[in-house]
């Protein structure tokens, strides 16, 4: 299963940070802790790269029974902010599949280990990023 899993992950896995200036980042102020960037010169990453990332959402991700017995499937959106420190915080489902697929992939997220932090101007900045999740039931 957990090999099923991986191969749809490396498949579906998209995420979405732009390289771009500084001058095109959309912002937003949150009580005085800096900028949210949605657009950084180095996109943050997990530690040991995306082959890794694949791999702790394998080893991390339980499929709902629930979802499993209804024959649920579907890829979850998540937008989260990494901070500074390469913490996850304000992780939300922006599109679901249902209530427990969704639940799952938002606390695979929260039990996530620190990423290596976004930069801007050779410093790490807040950035808000983008993770799609798929949960695909093997035969």
């Known amino acids: 299963m957990k090999k099923i899993l ?3 992950f ?3 896995f998209f995420i979405n940070a732009k390289a771009q200036s500084a001058e095109v980042a959309i912002t937003k102020k949150e009580n005085d802790t800096g900028k ?3 657009s950084v010169e180095k996109a943050p990453q997990f530690p040991g790269g995306i082959q890794s990332f694949y791999h702790y959402l394998a080893a991390t991700i339980v499929y709902p029974v629930d979802a499993r017995t209804k024959n649920r499937q ?6 989260m902010t990494i901070e500074k420190d390469g913490s996850l915080t304000d992780i939300k489902v922006v599109r679901g599949v249902s209530p427990s697929i969704d639940q799952e992939a938002v606390r695979a997220m929260s039990a996530c280990p620190k990423w290596i932090p ?8 807040r ?7 798929a ?5």
């Open 74 to 79: 579907g890829r979850v959106i998540i937008t």
């Open 6 to 8: 991986l191969t749809v």
């Open 135 to 139: 949960f695909t039931l093997g035969k």
């Open 36 to 38: 949210i960037y949605t």
């Open 118 to 125: 976004a930069t801007q101007n050779g410093l790490p900045v």
């Open 10 to 12: 490396a498949i579906t």
């Open 127 to 133: 950035v808000l990023y983008t993770v799609p999740i």
